[in-house]
């Protein structure tokens, strides 16, 4: 079960945290996965840990913003072999209310967050309708559908990256393309421990305690957790599954207060 062999994945944002688990467990089941990121170093690093593993995957230096270099490197993967998944998981954060949050700001999130969703599956759905199919994820957050304090511009970006899954999965149905969204909760990653070491400096711990109780489950998820939720979408045993979105949460959506 959940075998992608022979199948070419696409994984924007797999250098590092989510993408990189997802990169390795697409890989794992026998994809190709062609990873996508800003961070070269890092970027390339994912890429090669999964060969040495004995797995395939290659390394793009692309702009999820920039549609002539989404264009450029999509068309670049498609002469290789068919792309079969396109998992759009490339995002910035941001904190902060409307107050503090600038104009600046909310285009900086939108052009990667939301454009950056936009330019790459604008680029993959022709290679998709060719082949009568293909499997686009796109990584939402539980902020898509509850309130988050002090996360407003991050908020808008994934309630829009939510309501064009949605508009994905309607619009292709007849092509056999499906669309789904996962929607994490807070999920341990560098860019967690980046944070803390930047804004709790003196009581990391706590804070990091603090921030794991908030999901009702006790703790932060995996990048790995994510990425079996991921495989399992974009596997043929998923296959009458479209136009979803999944939390996974630890119990937020549902079980708190």
């Not at 703790?219 to 009458?240: I, N, Q, W, Y």
Request: net charge negative; glycine share 10%; charged share 20%.
């Amino acid at each position: 079960m959940f075998k992608l062999t022979g199948k070419q994945a696409i994984v924007t944002g797999g250098g590092s945290g989510i993408g990189k688990a997802i990169s390795e467990k697409l890989a794992e089941a026998g994809a190709v996965v062609q990873v996508l990121d800003t961070n070269e170093i890092e970027g390339k690093r994912a890429a090669d840990e999964i060969k040495a593993s004995g797995n395939l995957s290659y390394f793009h230096a692309c702009d999820v913003s920039d549609p002539l270099a989404v264009q450029e490197t999509i068309d670049r993967v498609a002469q290789q072999s068919h792309i079969h998944i396109l998992i759009n998981n490339a995002a910035i954060a941001h904190v902060g209310n409307i107050e503090n949050t600038t104009g600046e700001d909310m285009m900086k999130l939108y052009q990667v967050n939301v454009l950056g969703v936009f330019n790459c599956s604008k680029a993959v759905i022709p290679y998709f309708k060719k082949a009568n199919g293909g499997v686009i994820i796109n990584m939402a957050s539980i902020a898509s559908t509850m309130g988050l304090s002090e996360r407003f511009a991050y908020t808008m970006t994934k309630g829009a990256t939510l309501s064009m899954t949605y508009a994905l999965a309607k619009d292709y149905l007849a092509d056999g393309i499906r669309c789904n969204a996962i929607s994490p909760a807070r999920i341990h990653t560098p860019f967690v421990d980046g944070y803390l070491e930047e804004h709790y400096r003196e009581n990391q711990k706590e804070m990091f305690e603090t921030l794991s109780k908030y999901q009702p489950i006790g703790r932060m998820g995996k990048p790995t957790e994510v990425a079996a939720l991921v495989l399992f979408l974009c596997s043929d045993e998923a296959s009458f599954i479209t136009g979803c979105n999944y939390p996974i949460d630890g119990g937020c959506l549902n079980l708190m207060g």
